[in-house]
Structures are given as structure tokens and as C-alpha cells.
């Protein structure tokens, strides 16, 4: 992962508002999707709920997923310097550590814990 300047919280705080479902406090399935590039069904893999079940963003587990997923990416952005590079890293880079699996492999199978701390160790100087 290159390191880059640190993005702020007003980025950080923009991005997650931006995935807002209008007129609600849950983050809407389908937003999120389209920010991440991938189709709802991918969507459905990558938080483990299927694809029907996305259509009802108030569903706990729905929300709780997807909150998980966003702490990775923006865990990832104070090391990338932007949500944008953070998102590409989710998706596309191996971790060496865990099997050359992504972090959005590894958020899949409910790794994100251990995603968080590997982008912990890196911000202390960890080499990735």
C-alpha cells in the first residue's frame, strides 16, 4: 500500500454522507454499490446477507455490514490520502499476510477485524 498524505475528516465524513439513503439514518445499499463499483449482487457477497435482503436497508444486519466495510476503507484512506485509492486497495491488493486475499476477500468471509489490524500495524510502521 503507498502512503500519501493523510485525508481529512471532513473527506471521510463527506464519503459516508454521500452514502446516505435519502431521507433515512441507513446507508443506502444501493449508493454504496455504485461508490465500491460493484453490482448490488457483489454487494450481497461482500456483506454475506443475499441479495433481496439488500433491498431493505434498515435490516441490523444490513447496516452493521456495511458499517464494517466502510470503517476498512476509511481505515484505509489515512493511508492512501483519499477514499478513492482506499477503495481501489480494498478491492484489488492482496495482503501478503493473509494468503494474498483482499480486504474485500477477507471482509467477505468476516476478517474485517483483522483487516483493521493490519491497516493499524501499517500506520505504526509495520512494512505491508
Not at 5 to 33: A, C
Amino acid at each position: 500500500m503507498a502512503y500519501a498524505e493523510k485525508v481529512d475528516t471532513v473527506t471521510v465524513s463527506g464519503f459516508v454522507q454521500s452514502l446516505q439513503e435519502p431521507r433515512t439514518p441507513y446507508i443506502s445499499p444501493k449508493r454504496f454499490s455504485k461508490a465500491l463499483g460493484v453490482q448490488v449482487a457483489n454487494l450481497a457477497q461482500l456483506t454475506g446477507v443475499h441479495r433481496n435482503t439488500l433491498r431493505n436497508p434498515s435490516s441490523e444486519r444490513v447496516q452493521g455490514r456495511l458499517r464494517e466495510i466502510i470503517k476498512v476503507i476509511t481505515a484505509a484512506a489515512t493511508l492512501t490520502g483519499s477514499i478513492d485509492k482506499a477503495i481501489y486497495w480494498f478491492r484489488n491488493e492482496p495482503i501478503g499476510d493473509y494468503d494474498h486475499k483482499t480486504a474485500a476477500e477477507l471482509v467477505a468471509q468476516g476478517h474485517s477485524e483483522a483487516v483493521l489490524a493490519y491497516l493499524r500495524d501499517l500506520e505504526n510502521g509495520a512494512r505491508g
